[in-house]
């Protein structure tokens, strides 16, 4: 079991920066997938970035250039650093890991103001 608590959400204007964190229960070493979907109201929950434990990373087009994930074993912890915000960002941000089964935290709300 996996238990997975984002932080970092907020309110920004385009342009502005934020970092998410989502800190994991226990070691994050062994699972093999995590990253960050999220859901803007009345769309379905897109797919923004993931990163393997060995590294490798990918990106939603939409987002390329502009996020950065990064993952620290030692912390049990993945970020992800937002930068160049636009409103169509605006979104709940949800933490995500894959172990045998997909795990998720309970979302935090990433807000753009134009």
């Known amino acids: 079991q996996v238990q997975l608590v984002e932080s970092g959400g907020g309110l920004v204007q385009a342009g502005g920066s934020l970092r998410l964190s989502c800190a994991a229960s226990g070691s994050i070493i062994s699972i093999p997938v995590m990253g960050w979907y999220r859901q803007a109201p009345g769309k379905q929950r897109e797919l923004v970035t993931s990163i393997l434990s060995t590294g490798n990373t990918n990106y939603a087009d939409s987002v390329k250039g502009r996020f950065t994930i990064s993952r620290d074993n030692a912390k049990n912890s993945v970020y992800l650093q937002m930068n160049s915000l636009k409103p169509e960002d605006t979104a709940v941000y949800y933490c995500?890991?894959?172990?045998?089964?997909?795990?998720w935290g309970q979302g935090t709300q990433v807000t753009v103001s134009s």
């Open positions: 995500y890991a894959f172990k045998y089964q997909a795990y």
